[in-house]
């Protein structure tokens, strides 16, 4: 385990596993990168007009990853023209068929998922292998629960964790055999406790980059729930360099979930970080349809902020005080705004969510343009360009308003 950043609060410090960096497309994927967030869309591929519409959605959302299937030709010939009209790295997902692979790898797709024991003969693997070295494609090796080869069903007798980190090895040996080790590996379940504990297992297997999730984890409510306990768990003990959450949902829903987990854990910061009460019968303004407005109106936001909503005083002060924002509810109409954790102005009854917006957007320029200013200029006078502070830092904190989420 490495890759520590000491906080004034060592409780809120997570060790990520110390695993071997790659590259999807531009995104590097391990190592010291940021964890990332994926998700996948669900159009037909030869559909491009509908899944450019989808992956653009993703892209607005934050997603750093976008994952395609390709199951036949028809989905792969498409895939060129998808590839030119997004920004985000495209991963294309092959089942079986060899030549799928080495056609969206000229297709230009930036990672291939495969299984290459499911690939066929060890010519057709090298053919994969040669495709993906010639047009700089990156791998994920997908291990499933759900589908384990028989071999290894008829040793455990069922999908177990140790089956399915066997399976994961194996696979990643035959891509080593080829001098391939440009890949990830994922290894999923739909019961949380298979999968976490095939995660445990394998990360203490290998140094490969490992992409997580529970698959098939269900609905909006009950996937982002089962997804909450699996990721979590995972991520809190420092395993993870990549993630997807699986919902039966619309896509754009997974990274909105990816991200909330990793802010969080203090992993990523993107965008408003709201933190509101639940409401009762002392809140001094509507609370719950404020705060319901209020993150519709701010999803346009990507600077790293804290801000608190909170119904009275009883809450309101203390927590205004360790966010970059706030407001607490008052007597006679009149509620309290705190700008940078102290007290900054009264605000009658009216509009809070406006009054709110604007001054949440003059601080997120605010904030942009003090990043901006302090990039360190190289000699020729150019700048030099670093992730944003704090964004994607372990074990940061960001309730602290002498070092807010931002800083």
């Known amino acids: 385990m490495g890759n520590l950043i000491m906080s004034i609060r060592p409780y809120r410090d997570i060790y990520r596993r110390k695993s071997r960096r790659i590259h999807v ?53 498409a895939l060129k023209q998808i590839v030119s009209q997004v920004t985000v790295p495209v991963v294309a997902d092959i089942h079986f068929h060899y030549k799928r692979a080495i056609e969206a790898a000229e297709a230009g797709a930036a990672c291939l998922r495969i299984n290459p024991g499911n690939i066929g003969s060890a010519d057709r693997v090298r053919e994969v292998v040669k495709a993906a070295k010639d047009h700089g494609c990156s791998m994920r090796i997908g291990v499933n629960a759900g589908s384990l080869e028989r071999d290894l069903l008829e040793k455990y007798g069922e999908p177990c964790p140790e089956a399915m980190v066997e399976s994961a090895l194996t696979h990643a040996r035959i891509l080593e055999d080829h001098d391939f080790t440009e890949f990830k590996i994922s290894c999923k379940a739909s019961d949380v406790f298979l999968a976490v504990a095939a995660y445990q297992g394998l990360a203490e297997a290998c140094d490969y980059p490992l992409h997580i999730g529970v698959t098939e984890a269900g609905g909006l409510r009950s996937g982002t729930i089962k997804s909450s306990i699996g990721l979590g768990a995972l ?134 343009a003090r990043e901006t200013a302090a990039l360190p200029s190289t000699a020729n006078g150019s700048s030099t360009v670093h992730a944003a502070p704090a964004k994607d830092a372990v074990g940061v904190d960001s309730y602290s308003p002498a070092a807010p989420a931002s800083s």
């Open 235 to 368: 991520l809190w003990a420092g395993i993870g360099d990549t993630l997807r959450v699986s919902l039966s949902a619309d896509p754009v829903e997974e990274v909105k979930v990816g991200f909330d987990l990793l802010k969080a854990l203090g992993l990523r910061h993107r965008g408003v970080n709201v933190i509101s009460c639940p409401s009762c019968a002392r809140q001094q303004f509507e609370v719950i349809k404020t705060v319901e407005v209020l993150e519709k109106r701010l999803e346009h936001i990507t600077t790293p902020m804290t801000v608190s909503i909170i119904g009275c005083v009883v809450n309101g002060p203390g927590e205004a005080t360790m966010t970059d924002m706030g407001i607490t509810g008052g007597g006679k109409g009149t509620h309290q705004i705190y700008i940078g954790g102290v007290p900054s102005h009264r605000l009658k009854d009216g509009d809070i969510v406006e009054h709110l917006v604007e001054l949440i957007e003059k601080k997120a320029a605010e904030i942009k």
């Open 25 to 77: 497309g531009s995104v590097p994927v391990g190592g010291d990168s940021p964890i990332t967030v994926q998700s996948m869309t669900n159009s037909l591929t030869s559909d491009v007009e509908a899944t450019v519409t989808q992956i653009r959605a993703m892209e607005d959302a934050g997603a750093d990853i976008v994952r395609v299937s390709c199951p036949d030709q028809d989905s792969t010939a």
